[in-house]
């Protein structure tokens, strides 16, 4: 079993940066690979990144890559999400997720098998 819990969220204006973060208990964490995906209301969750257990490995939603940036301290059991040049439409919950790593990354989010609770992030134009 694998808890995680994000936090970073909030209100920020366009152009600005957010650090999100993701804490996951249990000690096999460095296992796992982590995404992180994002829901509006009346929308399906959407892939925004991903990284793998070694950290070696990383994926990016096209709408995201050179603003967005994953990584993780498996030491610290956390992954790390930055965000710059945040635009209105990044405004969504985002939400961290675990799955035990297989041989490559995956965008498939009923492929995670653990999931947080979520963290606001609002970005105002």
């Known amino acids: 079993q694998v808890q995680l819990v994000e936090s970073g969220g909030g209100l920020v204006q366009a152009g600005g940066s957010l650090r999100l973060s993701c804490v996951a208990s249990?000690?096999?964490?460095?296992?796992?690979?982590i995404g992180w995906f994002r829901q509006v209301p009346g929308k399906e969750r959407e892939f925004v990144t991903a990284i793998s257990w070694s950290g070696r490995r990383t994926d990016y939603a096209d709408s995201v890559k050179g603003r967005f940036i994953i990584s993780r301290d498996n030491a610290k059991n956390s992954v790390y999400l930055q965000m710059n040049s945040l635009q209105p439409e990044d405004t969504a919950v985002y939400y961290c997720?675990?799955?035990?790593?297989?041989?490559?990354?995956?965008?498939?989010?009923?492929?995670?098998?653990?999931w947080g609770q979520g963290t606001q992030v609002t970005v105002s134009s």
């Open positions: 997720a675990a799955r035990r790593s297989i041989a490559s990354l995956t965008r498939v989010r009923g492929e995670y098998d653990f």
């Open positions: 249990g000690r096999t964490f460095s296992s796992y690979d």
